[in-house]
């Protein structure tokens, strides 16, 4: 059996991590302790992580290259995974330091590209748990994915499950050999054909059925249209990249949202949109701010892995009235849906897909320079239901959406269960900045609840 291959969006995401501009996505959890048992200590928590790993084979499996760069790089069983590289104890005490600094710390790459770190008590008394995993092994969605593999529905935690492989976890997993060199070798070559004869036979497809065609390449062509005019304007949003993060966040009653979202006809994701802009206007630039928004395009038969599209937004930064920011905000995306744009993205990033590797990369770092967006906002949806962790009830998880490189700040929202959490995920010299916005996502909720009131 073939190993698994990173898709060509995942070789993109990890193409363009650098030393200063580390490509994982995460999140800032915070639990309450059960009322009336004992809260569980690091060890326990630790092992119940590990049991937990039989539903996700992929968090014991690392990155194996191809020789000579013949093919993006494959996944393998790492046969010297430990636990106590991925689950490790964080110091009593202040919570948001501890998030700035894990969050700032690259993933090593040669092991699986996940970790989390786990604070038994805080300052106030509650548990804390920073994770993060690179983008290539998960997306948005997919982090909160990664945090409900370890939670469940109901306070009294559900028994181990088997692997795939029939293996109860922990002690009885056992890791399957890596290919040879040679096996690799042969793969990418065999892939590298298989991928000639899909292009070669694509002219009979458009002969089959030609309007389809065309739709799809007036959609792509329309997308890249959008996302390349106009250009992102200068910004202290985009400079030079330095690796220490800060993580400013907020968190409210998710019904504020929809409140807002059905007094005016929106989204909740427009609602997002139209308080970031707001927020944005307090840094003091007169210009509005280009975002780049991803869409999820999964399909149901994909687990793993990213299946993303991205939509590019000038954000109404100078409009003083929050509901007409809203209502810009709302029109803009209604007519890219209703001109299929995030399908002509993914039809875009499909043609990549067929393209050499070394044409891949210009591309992803062409897509996500700051010459079309300044910033990335992405309102990844979440768990509608309590969750806990051995009992103890989540009752914030903070977004950190990645930084690419000279981009400065990035906005993520995920709902939890009744709560809507913001993070506002900056480089360290623009904490003041991230603090100040994550302040300003506040004040234009509260405006946007208040003229929905009126």
């Known amino acids: 059996m073939r190993p698994t291959r990173l898709s060509a969006?995942?070789?993109?995401?990890?193409?363009?991590?650098?030393?200063?501009?580390?490509?994982?996505?995460?999140?800032?959890?915070?639990?309450?302790?059960?009322?009336?048992?004992?809260?569980?200590?690091?060890?326990?928590?630790?092992a119940h992580i590990e049991s937990r790993l039989g539903r996700a084979p992929r968090y014991r499996q690392k990155l194996a290259a191809v020789p000579f760069g013949l093919g993006d790089p494959v996944w393998v069983d790492d046969e010297a995974f430990d636990i106590a590289d991925h689950v490790t104890r964080a110091p009593h005490g202040d919570f948001a330091r501890l998030v700035d600094e894990?969050?700032?710390?690259?993933?090593?790459?040669?092991?699986?590209?996940?970790?989390?770190?786990?604070?038994?008590?805080?300052?106030?008394?509650?548990?804390?748990?920073?994770?993060?995993?690179?983008?290539?092994?998960?997306?948005g969605l997919a982090a909160v994915e990664l945090m409900a593999l370890l939670l469940d529905a109901e306070a009294e935690p559900v028994a181990p499950e088997a692997d795939a492989d029939g293996v109860s976890a922990p002690g009885g997993w056992r890791a399957r050999p890596?290919?040879?060199?040679?096996?690799l070798v042969g793969d990418a070559l065999?892939?590298?054909?298989?991928?000639?004869?899909?292009?070669?036979?694509?002219?009979?497809?458009w002969a089959r059925d030609p309007g389809r065609m065309l739709d799809g390449a007036w959609r792509a062509t329309r997308a890249v249209v959008q996302a390349a005019t106009p250009v992102a304007p200068r910004s202290v949003l985009n400079g030079v990249s330095a690796p220490l993060r800060h993580?400013?966040?907020h968190s409210r009653p998710m019904e504020d949202l929809k409140v807002i979202k059905r007094r005016f006809g929106t989204t909740v994701n427009d609602v997002l949109l139209a308080a970031s802009a707001g927020a944005l206007g307090t840094l003091g630039e007169q210009a509005d701010v280009k975002a780049m928004v991803p869409v999820s395009?999964?399909?149901?038969?994909?687990?793993?892995?990213?299946?993303?599209?991205?939509?590019f937004l000038t954000l109404p930064c100078g409009e003083a009235d929050p509901v007409w920011r809203l209502r810009d905000v709302h029109v803009a995306m209604r007519d890219r849906k209703a001109g299929r744009v995030p399908e002509g993205a993914d039809a875009v990033l499909g043609a990549l897909a067929l393209a050499p590797r070394a044409v891949r990369r210009v591309a992803s770092r062409v897509i996500a320079s700051p010459q079309l967006s300044n910033l990335t906002i992405s309102n990844i949806p979440g768990p509608q239901l309590p969750l806990y962790l051995m009992g103890c009830e989540v009752k914030h998880a903070f977004p950190v959406v990645p930084l690419t490189d000279r981009h400065r700040l990035s906005i993520g929202m995920t709902s939890i269960h009744e709560r809507a959490c913001f993070g506002v995920y900056a480089q360290a010299e623009l904490a003041d900045e991230a603090d100040r916005i994550a302040g300003g996502l506040e004040r234009e909720i509260d405006a946007l609840l208040e003229r929905a009131a009126a």
């Open 247 to 249: 993580l400013a966040t």
């Open 102 to 139: 894990v969050l700032s710390a690259p993933l090593a790459h040669d092991r699986p590209l996940w970790e989390l770190s786990i604070a038994e008590q805080l300052d106030d008394g509650m548990i804390g748990v920073v994770g993060k995993a690179h983008h290539c092994l998960v997306d």
């Open 297 to 311: 395009v999964e399909a149901l038969d994909e687990r793993w892995g990213n299946r993303i599209a991205f939509v």
């Open 178 to 183: 890596g290919p040879s060199a040679l096996r």
């Open 190 to 205: 065999g892939q590298q054909i298989d991928e000639a004869r899909r292009i070669a036979r694509m002219p009979l497809s």
């Open 9 to 46: 969006l995942d070789a993109a995401f990890l193409s363009l991590e650098s030393e200063q501009a580390p490509m994982h996505v995460g999140w800032a959890a915070i639990f309450a302790p059960p009322v009336g048992a004992t809260r569980p200590g690091f060890e326990e928590v630790r």
